[in-house]
């Protein structure tokens, strides 16, 4: 049974960071091109940053030199570094693994940014 478990989320002030992990379970972690999405209260998913197997990443142009998305294959964990964070950024943080056919979700995370 593949789980996608995303921690780290919570209330920071406008200009603060916060780190999300995203631990795998019942997958092959390191073949996986690995995501961070968010959804904010009537909008739809967006990818926020991805990276692959291999290691590139991507990232959307509304969080690019702010966020950092990272992975360490030992510990089958993707991270996200939010720095700079904004209220715009307020959303529901979803981890995503996928290879070929399969997609996997976590079940998110809130993240709110409010002074």
């Known amino acids: 049974q593949v789980q996608l478990v995303e921690s780290g989320g919570g209330l920071v002030q406008p200009g603060g960071s916060l780190r999300l992990s995203c631990v795998s379970s019942g997958l092959i972690f390191g073949i996986y091109d690995m995501g961070w999405y968010r959804q904010a209260p009537g909008k739809q998913r967006e990818l926020v940053a991805g990276?692959?197997?291999?290691?590139?990443?991507n990232y959307a142009d509304s969080v690019k030199g702010r966020f950092t998305i990272s992975r360490d294959n030992a510990k089958n964990t993707v991270y996200l570094q939010m720095n700079s964070l904004k209220p715009e950024d307020t959303a529901v943080y979803y981890c995503?693994?996928?290879?070929?056919?399969?997609?996997?979700w976590g079940q998110g995370t809130q993240v709110t940014v409010s002074s």
């Open positions: 990276i692959s197997s291999g290691g590139r990443t």
């Open positions: 995503n693994g996928n290879w070929g056919r399969y997609h996997y």
